[in-house]
């Protein structure tokens, strides 16, 4: 086939009519210099974090910043040996205790629910209003009154108690979020279950589970990040020992009285990111999906 | 395969006064028998096939199925198929899998789930979908595949719950022809629900008419055309609807219009007593006659051509008040809007008598 050079060219000049989809050059560069703009904004303090996650203490703060000084990779060594507080300790409880609170919290949401999005039962109106209630009071509110119930429980100090405190605030939203969800899923499809011959808690297993997945991605994500960087339960529930600690609760070494050791605090901190990271990365996929689903039906 | 019985079986759903929405229902379905529920929407059809699949409380009465009660038996005992208006195919599983879910939850098999999957997929013509989601199907290919999952588990009774009514005119007709075919071929008792009643004559071996949660008559499509119980069936069953008028009757006939429609002495004798009666008449049994006959005088108001017939609607006045009537007429000389012509009933036989106020038929 031939082109002819000239004739494209013609129809170009003649098509100078902006189409719908266009911009002009102007409006371009403004929109995406306010764009470069605001994710700058965004980025920086993680980017100064790990700037300063490179430095010595002593270079962390200085009149003049620089980019790069006397960085090394030595903050990251020491924290992660050890001589800086069992940080791997810390890494392995708080991976504990979020990987179970996003397990006992989406089992427990997605039960609840799924009863809350199909049968019809007394209290139902007061169990979804009692959810919303509960999360209007503050965390500081409710240490208290938490500690109370753990020590009589005798669950005071133990990983297992401090899952069930971050359940209580995961699991309300939860629950909103995965009942909004499963209604979006035609009741029909649980009948057609129940008629080839699953059991009711067969149908939820087997059929709406899979079906809400997008759903169960955006619940999980959110009960890990709920148990991931908490302080204030943490540090009043777990015990004082420096190898029960939450990774939250132990950077707070690195903030002494007189004096803050900001390289170490840094590198602690980009490594306690990256489970999250990490977490937001396998369910992305799910993410932008099950927030916009419910949205338009179909 | 087996018989289906409703004995008294109500469904009430509480409320101030209470619904019931399935009233005291009472019908045999034989082995193999193919029976339409039909009925305006909320008459109780959907919900009275929802208490046989169990999908619905049976409030009073009971239900069998194959001589066993089933009243409290959950959905998965029943040994029934079901096929959903929307289908409620499973979205995260291919064609293949919706088919074979019920089998693979009995634990058949993987190699006999597989071939009879196959035997239903040619059967319907679904060969070439079995690897696809239903979300990459088509709307007739998806009432297919519901199709196919009822008939692979090779159950005693298939239930309908309209099936046909996601699915475009053409296509309708052609899978009504279908499943009927289809049905004689598995001869497994089957249930159909519609609010369609030319699905309803067509598919039904019988047909059961609902209105109210309550059994209006359930007969052979033809008995129901021909001797309506009532004159709510006399103006369900049939298209365009039976023209249905109070009129005055008299010792000779029923008066239209000044003329007297001559009635044989039985139907006067069941009338007895009666000032007025529903007179009933198809727009089949009604023809237009020239204008030197006797008739009632119509205005014509709207001529519907269907090709071969056409409908002529009009007012006729019946004492002071002018009332609608339907005539069927030859497609070819169809009268023109504003004319006035001349209506005469054809057919004597084919006059239907119901009591004014209980709609009941008046036997002659």
């Known amino acids: ?298 | 395969m087996a018989e289906v019985s409703y004995v008294k079986a109500s469904r009430v759903f509480s409320g101030n006064p209470p619904v019931r929405a399935v009233d005291e229902l009472s019908l045999e379905v034989a082995d193999g028998e193919f029976l339409v529920l039909v009925g305006p929407s909320g008459s109780g059809k959907s919900t009275a096939l929802r208490m046989l699949a169990g999908l619905e409380d049976i409030d009073e009465g009971a239900i069998h199925i194959g001589g066993k009660d089933v009243t409290n038996v959950p959905p998965k005992g029943r040994d029934i198929a079901m096929v959903f208006q929307s289908y409620a195919l499973y979205p995260h599983m291919t064609v293949a899998e919706n088919m074979g879910f019920a089998l693979k939850l009995r634990g058949v098999a993987k190699t006999e789930i597989k071939a009879k999957v196959e035997e239903a997929a040619k059967m319907l013509d679904l060969t070439k979908y079995l690897e696809r989601k239903p979300k990459a199907l088509s709307g007739g290919q998806r009432q297919r595949v519901a199709m196919g999952r009822a008939i692979v588990r090779e159950p005693s009774v298939f239930l309908m719950d309209e099936p046909l009514s996601n699915l475009d005119a053409k296509l309708r007709v052609e899978t009504r022809a279908n499943i009927a075919a289809l049905q004689q071929r598995l001869g497994t008792t089957t249930i159909y629900v519609t609010h369609d009643q030319v699905e309803a004559m067509t598919m039904g071996h019988r047909v059961a008419v609902l209105k109210d949660g309550l059994l209006q008559q359930c007969d052979t499509p033809r008995a129901l055309y021909d001797r309506p119980a009532n004159a709510f069936v006399a103006g369900f069953i049939g298209s365009p609807a039976m023209n249905l008028k109070t009129v005055p009757i008299t010792s000779e006939g029923a008066k239209l219009d000044g003329v007297i429609v001559p009635l044989s002495r039985d139907a006067i004798a069941a009338a007895g007593g009666l000032d007025e009666v529903t007179f009933g008449i198809r727009p089949e049994a009604l023809g237009i006659v020239p204008s030197g006959e006797e008739g009632m005088e119509m205005t014509v108001e709207l001529v519907e051509e269907l090709g071969a017939d056409a409908l002529v609607h009009g007012a006729v006045k019946i004492g002071d008040a002018s009332q609608r009537f339907v005539v069927r007429v030859d497609g070819r000389t169809p009268p023109t809007l504003g004319q006035h012509v001349k209506v005469a009933v054809r057919d004597h036989s084919e006059i239907h008598l119901f009591h004014p106020e209980t709609g009941e038929r008046l036997e002659a």
């Open chain 1, 1 to 298: 086939m031939t082109l002819d050079a000239s004739s494209l060219q013609v129809v170009k000049a003649t098509d100078r009519r902006l189409r719908r989809t266009d911009r002009s050059k102007g409006a371009s560069i403004a929109l995406h210099a306010a764009l470069i703009g605001a994710s700058a904004i965004a980025v920086f303090p993680v980017f100064w974090v790990f700037i300063t996650s490179l430095k010595p203490d002593a270079r962390a703060v200085e009149p003049t910043p620089k980019l790069f000084n006397e960085s090394s990779l030595d903050n990251y060594t020491r924290v992660l040996s050890g001589e800086k507080g069992d940080f791997l300790a810390w890494f392995g409880n708080s991976v504990l205790i979020a990987l179970m609170t996003t397990v006992i919290g989406v089992f427990i949401s997605a039960t609840a629910g799924y009863a809350a999005s199909r049968f019809r039962f007394p209290g139902k109106r007061g169990l979804m209003m009692s959810f919303l209630l509960v999360q209007m009071f503050p965390f500081a509110v409710l240490i208290v009154p938490l500690y109370n119930i753990l020590i009589a429980l005798g669950l005071n100090g133990t990983s297992i108690g401090l899952v069930l405190v971050y359940c209580t605030t995961a699991v309300p939203f939860c629950t909103y979020m995965l009942k909004g969800y499963f209604d979006t899923v035609p009741a029909d499809i649980d009948e057609a279950g129940r008629v080839d011959g699953l059991s009711p808690f067969g149908v939820f297993w087997r059929l709406i589970m899979p079906l809400a997945k997008p759903g169960l991605a955006v619940t999980a994500f959110y009960a890990f990040l709920t148990a991931w960087g908490e302080v204030a339960f943490a540090s009043a529930f777990l015990s004082a020992a420096d190898e029960s600690k939450t990774l939250a609760v132990g950077l707070q070494v690195f903030v002494q009285q007189n004096r803050t050791e900001w390289g170490h605090l840094a590198a602690a901190s980009i490594l306690v990111a990256i489970p999250a990271i990490v977490v937001f990365y396998l369910v992305q996929r799910f993410l932008v999906q099950g927030l916009a689903s419910g949205a338009v039906k179909g």
